[in-house]
Structures are given as C-alpha cells and as structure tokens.
C-alpha cells in the first residue's frame, strides 16, 4: 500500500534542508574553535560546553524523530511514500529534494521467544536439556551462615531442616540457552523447524546516505 505524502509548508517558515544547511555553516564555525580551546577563559569554555551540550541533546532529540517519521512500522516513509524503490535485499531507497538519496538499509535478526520455545521443547521432552541453572543470593548474610551451618553437619544426613533452610535462602532460577539449543540440533533431538518455532524475527532500518549508480533514463 502506498499514498502520496503532502508536505504543507508555511511561506514564513524554512524548510528543514535549509535551517541544516544553515545550522552546518554554524557547526563549522564552532569547530574551528578547536584549536583555541587550550587558550579560552575557563568562563568561555564552561559557557560554550554548557550550550554545545544543550544542543547535542536537543540535536539527538530531533533526528530520533525525524527517524522515527521515516522508519515506522505503520507509517514510516520508506513504506509507504510511493516514490520508494527497493532492491532484491529488502534496501529502501528515497531521493531527497537536494538530489541525496537515502538509503534504509535491511537488517534482519532472530530473537528468541521464551514462551514458544519452552512450548517446543517441553513437547520434545527436551527443556531442561535446553536450560541453563542460575544460582542467586538474595541475602549473602544467611547464605554464609547456613554455609556455616553446612560445614558442622557435612558428616550427618537427613537434616531436612537445614535442607528447608538451604530452599529458602538459595534461589535457582532456569533459563533457556541457545547454544544447547544449537547442541540439541547437532545431536538431531531438535530440527531447524523446532527452531524456527522458538525465534522471533526482528527487522530493522539503518539510515545512511545511498551512494548507488542510478541509471540515468
């Protein structure tokens, strides 16, 4: 699905290519002070860093939304602008009004599902081959003591108290590894089917400028 996006903009109001076009001959004139840093009154330096700061934030706050514009999901600009060209790899490519074009490269990554993959491998019998045991200390002082108290009753068995004690100040906690995972399918006790039900894909865009030949018509 595509619309047309129509972009109104005010007479009295610059467009965005020309405030950062202005805004770089400004930056460039900040740079050059580089070089006089060491000799700059500590007032001015302070001053200066103060409001560079301010303006780093301000900066990131304005690209994030400039990305988030042209990278949603639902309504992102690389999706549904019809002047979009994709290639075979997924990439996106949008033509800016200055003649740069960006492109919206496709990355892809798998991300494990909990939940699917517990239900996978409990119907192969397979979770706790698939688990990692994690030993946590929610108070380190009763944890030395029942240690302690371990020491002095190694020698004896059946001291359920002291099992109940252990339960209570020792909490193990499971979590599923992908490598024993990855194990499982080696040994052919899992399937790249059985894996493929336990992952979640997750695609995401990485902007840069788009420095492809186009073919001139």
């Known amino acids: ?18 405030v950062a076009q202005s805004l770089d001959a400004r930056i460039r004139t900040l740079e050059s002070f580089k070089e006089e840093l060491r000799v700059m009154p500590t007032d001015q330096l302070v001053a200066g860093y103060l409001k560079v700061r ?3 934030t301000r900066l990131k ?9 042209l990278v949603d999901p639902e309504h992102g600009r690389i999706f549904v602008d019809e002047t979009v060209e994709v290639d075979e790899r997924g990439h996106r490519y949008l033509m800016g009004s200055d003649g740069n074009e960006l492109l919206a490269q496709k990355r892809v990554s798998l991300v ?43 020698v004896k068995q059946g001291r359920q108290d002291l099992i109940d004690r252990l339960n209570e100040v020792f909490v193990i906690e499971t979590k599923i ?4 995972i990855e194990a499982l ?10 894996v493929a039900k336990m992952y979640d894909e997750k695609v995401t865009y990485a902007l840069t400028a788009s420095n492809r030949q186009r073919e001139v018509n």
């Open 1 to 18: 699905m595509t619309r047309k996006i129509e972009q109104v903009v005010s007479l009295k109001v610059e467009t965005m290519p020309a």
């Open 54 to 56: 301010d303006f780093d």
């Open 61 to 69: 706050q304005l690209k994030d939304a400039v990305r988030a514009e």
């Open 112 to 154: 494990l599902n909990v939940e699917k993959a517990e239900e996978v491998l409990k119907s192969k019998n397979l979770l706790e081959a698939a688990q990692d045991q994690i030993l946590t200390v929610p108070n380190s002082e009763e944890a030395f003591d029942a240690l302690r108290d371990v020491l002095e009753v190694l």
């Open 177 to 180: 590894n992908p490598k024993k």
């Open 185 to 194: 399918v080696a040994l052919e006790q899992l399937d790249t089917k059985d």
